[in-house]
């Protein structure tokens, strides 16, 4: 009997585990107003509080948290990039070890952009604006996410540090983020509870929100001219030049109008045809489109356009 008990109560405990059940909450954040935040991140693993019961939320957070914090979030690392030698925290950074625990996250953090300073102190408090700007630049590390174009007026923003302003703008039009009655409060402290509830809500942006496509950069052989028909159209024509024969071609895929008065004129390029046989002299391809004259014709390649040097 009593080891059908041990087994029961086992497998119960097992349960809780996998479900994340509040049996495993921290004791000390029971009616603060950012318990919600507390548990999402507790759950996904990326605090851990200062014991296994105790989160402290009205704590401050170090920079060296912070960071570590920020990079687990956000899942930022090195994979990208290639060194000729193994990085170490010291040769970004002037005050932190290179065998502190939160060396390789700073070490990240600095390869994906965080602005850290280079005599940073991992052990100084940070104000709740700093912590807004590691957090921005943490959230838009991989990805760039369109925010409203509007600028919010803050109360106190005469005590904003400047570097930091467009970060909490974000931030704010964002909503990961609140005012307290129009007042930001950038030099106070943040506490682990404010800067648990900024990073779940980036965290929830981050999944509702889809990042801004990249738009292909125009091959530097792609030029673009104009000629004027009359007085309500003009004729484009699009070049692409310097081809070792006349085997490449040139389309205009689609055309967007913008409220701004522009023609957003994107092309193909096509490779030659590999059957065939061409002389080899230096060619150049063309195509013609027609805008009226009301708008300014722009070049932008259609999504999935091979480039001049992956045709070659």
């Known amino acids: 009997m009593k080891k059908r008990a041990t087994v029961f109560i086992s497998a119960l405990l097992a349960l809780l585990m996998m479900l994340g059940g509040s ?144 970060s909490i703008q974000h931030l704010v039009l964002g909503k990961i983020t609140e005012l307290d009655d129009g007042y930001f409060y950038p030099k106070h402290e943040i506490t682990r509870s404010e800067a648990a509830r900024l990073l779940n809500q980036a965290i929830l942006f981050a999944k509702k929100h889809e990042p801004i496509k990249p738009v292909p950069a125009v091959d530097p052989d792609i030029s673009l001219s104009v000629t004027k028909v009359n007085d309500d159209v003009n004729k484009v024509t699009l070049t692409w030049s310097n081809r070792p024969h006349p085997g490449y071609g040139i389309s205009v895929s689609n055309i967007e109008f913008t409220l701004d008065g522009q023609a957003l004129i994107s092309y193909e390029l096509h490779q030659p045809d590999p059957d065939k046989m061409y002389p080899q002299v230096i060619s150049e391809a063309k195509i013609d489109t027609y805008v009226a004259s009301t708008y300014k014709p722009v070049l932008q390649p259609a999504a999935g356009s091979t480039s001049s040097s992956d045709a070659l």
């Not at 070890?97 to 408090?125: M, S």
């Open 23 to 166: 049996a495993y909450a921290f004791s000390d954040v029971q009616g603060d107003p950012n318990e919600a935040d507390i548990a999402a991140l507790q759950k996904a693993g990326i605090v851990s509080g200062i014991s296994a019961e105790h989160f402290a939320p009205k704590g401050k957070v170090t920079m060296a948290q912070g960071v570590a914090m920020l990079v687990k979030a956000f899942d930022l690392n090195i994979d990208h990039i290639r060194f000729i030698k193994k990085p170490e925290a010291s040769d970004y950074f002037t005050n932190v070890p290179n065998d502190a625990w939160y060396a390789e996250a700073f070490i990240y953090a600095h390869h994906n952009g965080l602005p850290i300073p280079r005599d940073a102190d991992p052990l100084q408090n940070l104000t709740k604006e700093q912590y807004a700007d590691l957090l921005f630049h943490a959230l838009t590390a991989k990805n760039d996410y369109a925010f409203i174009k509007m600028y919010v007026i803050l109360k106190d923003e005469a005590d904003v540090t400047e570097a930091y302003m467009n």
